[in-house]
């Protein structure tokens, strides 16, 4: 089987899902077709109806943004939806020219490929069920993205004791209102002394927190740097708002650190409270200082969390299990035009 793989870069998670399923997909011993174009085709994907198909291409799989200029007569096309930006919950996180830039060209372009694709793939229950709200038609396939877990996995020397010294917490992502980066220094002062939250800036390179001594800025991280990053926390603090599929979550995971995140959208798909992390309510401060509070005096509960962290990690969200997901849709009658 041959797969197309078509993205526009955008340094955001659905570039690292594309590279990890090619890399899978090339391990089975499919061939794979991974081509990266500019991110300005973003705002104008129709135009890469003439790219043309590289040949004996069997399968096309593209985000679902631009999907819809990559049908070829011929050739099955799966889209995946990693976030629903026209979910109407995002509406308060956005910008008022990205609220107008959504609802008009990427609800045209969504609609497009929900009418073009033959299999849609969302990559959470939650941004399924977001998806067949909005646009209608037949139910999205879900298929939650992999990481790699051989990579992402627990140090050799494993967590430092929580004895005589700071609980030291992390928080990966942009510094972003949908992601919770609002809450982080109102969850700091709660918390008081004991606690030290180390952060990175993502695509966002404003720094909101330089003045609290209780917070570390790390910049931008490479894979290597991210990595150890999460093996070194106690916690990944993860007060987001809303999330297709929080990748950085399931990474901590696989790193044997147990997440403190909102019980909201997908995570708790991800999340399951007092098994492999905890959960509370969004945007309750109180109640993720008392939560966290709570595990940093408790250091065995707090092994037994990381613990199963990993190992739901590596059973449910690994690339080799994304991966046959994927090569069971490309083989399924469901593809049906």
């Not at 973003?42 to 096309?60: E, H, K, N, S």
């Not at 799989?61 to 026209?86: C, D, M, Q, T, Y």
Request: aromatic content about 10%; hydrophobic content about 40%; some cysteine.
């Amino acid at each position: 089987m041959k797969v197309w793989l078509p993205f526009i870069t955008g340094g955001s998670g659905s570039d690292v899902f594309t590279r990890y399923l090619a890399r899978g997909l090339q391990a089975t011993g499919h061939q794979v077709e991974l081509q990266q174009f500019a991110s300005f085709w973003q705002y104008c994907p129709w135009g890469l109806r003439f790219i043309p198909a590289p040949p004996a291409t069997d399968i096309v799989l593209a985000n679902s943004w631009n999907a819809f200029a990559f049908k070829r007569k011929g050739i099955k096309l799966v889209a995946v939806e990693h976030l629903f930006v026209l979910d109407p919950a995002l509406l308060p996180y956005k910008t008022f020219p990205q609220a107008v830039f959504h609802n008009t060209f990427v609800r045209y372009f969504e609609n497009a490929t929900n009418k073009q694709a033959d299999e849609i793939v969302a990559v959470s229950q939650y941004t399924a069920n977001a998806y067949q709200r909005v646009l209608g038609g037949k139910l999205p396939r879900v298929i939650l993205n992999g990481v790699d877990t051989t990579f992402f996995c627990p140090g050799s020397k494993g967590k430092q004791p929580l004895d005589n010294r700071v609980f030291r917490m992390l928080f990966v992502g942009n510094l972003s209102r949908r992601k919770g980066a609002d809450l982080l220094l109102k969850i700091m002062e709660g918390l008081g002394p004991g606690f030290e939250l180390s952060y990175t800036s993502g695509l966002r390179v404003d720094d909101m927190f330089k003045n609290s001594r209780q917070m570390n800025p790390l910049g931008r991280l490479d894979q290597s740097q991210v990595r150890a990053a999460y093996r070194k926390a106690d916690v990944l603090l993860f007060p987001t708002r809303l999330e297709g599929l929080p990748l950085a979550a399931i990474e901590a995971m696989a790193c044997g650190t147990p997440v403190v995140a909102s019980n909201t959208s997908s995570l708790p798909e991800v999340v399951e409270d007092c098994v492999n992390g905890r959960l509370c309510a969004k945007d309750d401060v109180s109640g993720f200082c008392t939560v966290l509070q709570e595990i940093s005096k408790a250091p065995e509960e707090l092994a037994k969390l990381g613990k199963m962290a990993n190992e739901m990690a590596v059973r449910y969200f690994s690339i080799d299990r994304m991966v046959e997901d994927y090569v069971q849709v490309f083989s399924s009658d469901r593809l049906r035009r």
